[in-house]
Nanobody, 120 residues
Framework: QVQLVESGGGLVQAGGSLRLSCAAS????????MGWYRQAPGKQRELVAS???????NYTDSVKGRFIISRDNAKNTVYLQMNSLKPEDTAVYYC??????????????WGQGTQVTVSS
């Protein structure tokens, strides 16, 4: 079984910073891409940022220059450093991992979500 456990959400004022962490645990053979998604009330879940096992990063336009995604492959952990936060960043943030439990068993896994609230 695989679990993704997120931490680091909370309430912050506009202009502030938060750092999210997501650790994958369990039977893991290999992790491909890891990423962060978010879902605001009444909106669809959207990709915020993703990172390959080699470290290549991808960001949605609205967070470019403000958010930084990184990962520690030795710890099976992905991070999201969020700076210059805006009220429109308020959402539940979900961690995602494309991983193999065994060499033949590749699936998408999701964390439970962590609330980020940015006050104006």
């Amino acid at each position: 079984q695989v679990q993704l456990v997120e931490s680091g959400g909370g309430l912050v004022q506009a202009g502030g910073s938060l750092r999210l962490s997501c650790a994958a645990s369990g039977t893991i053979f290999k992790i491909n891409d890891m990423g962060w998604y978010r879902q605001a009330p009444g909106k669809q879940r959207e990709l915020v940022a993703s990172i390959t096992s080699g470290g290549s990063q991808n960001y949605t336009d609205s967070v470019k220059g403000r958010f930084i995604i990184s990962r520690d492959n030795a710890k099976n952990t992905v991070y999201l450093q969020m700076n210059s936060l805006k009220p429109e960043d308020t959402a539940v943030y979900y961690c995602n991992a494309d991983l193999y439990r065994y060499y033949y068993d590749r699936r998408d896994y999701w964390g439970q979500g962590t609330q980020v609230t940015v006050s104006s």
